[in-house]
């Protein structure tokens, strides 16, 4: 079954910039749709961007023209280019597939930004 690790996170000051990587273990090509997902503490798990195998993206309200996600089905990997970021977009950030039945779990990558 196919394993997802999620990396690129890290502490940085209201304004600033991250890229955030999933790596599948297997292909990715068949999963028509790949996402991030957020959950921040006390607060349920929640979508945040996906993407079709055509390219196609959906975004949450609040991250709409902040952050862009995109898939290297070659590399197996899905991204996240977050900008602008908010004390409000602090959480631990994870990748899974949007349609059918999720794959197991990474870990997450946990993002911060301070004020």
């Known amino acids: 079954q196919v394993q997802l690790v999620e990396s690129g996170g890290g502490l940085v000051q209201a304004g600033g910039s991250l890229r955030l990587s999933c790596a599948a273990s297997?292909?990715?090509?068949?999963?028509?749709?790949m996402a991030w997902y957020r959950q921040a503490p006390g607060k349920q798990r929640e979508l945040v961007a996906a993407?079709?195998?055509?390219?196609?993206?959906n975004y949450l309200d609040s991250v709409k023209g902040r952050f862009t996600i995109s898939r290297d089905n070659a590399k197996n990997t899905v991204y996240l280019q977050m900008n602008s970021l908010k004390p409000e977009d602090t959480a631990v950030y994870l990748c899974?597939?949007?349609?059918?039945?999720?794959?197991?779990w990474g870990q997450g990558t946990q993002v911060t930004v301070s004020s």
């Open positions: 993407i079709r195998s055509g390219g196609t993206t």
């Open positions: 899974n597939v949007a349609s059918g039945r999720f794959l197991p």
């Open positions: 297997g292909s990715i090509f068949s999963f028509n749709i």
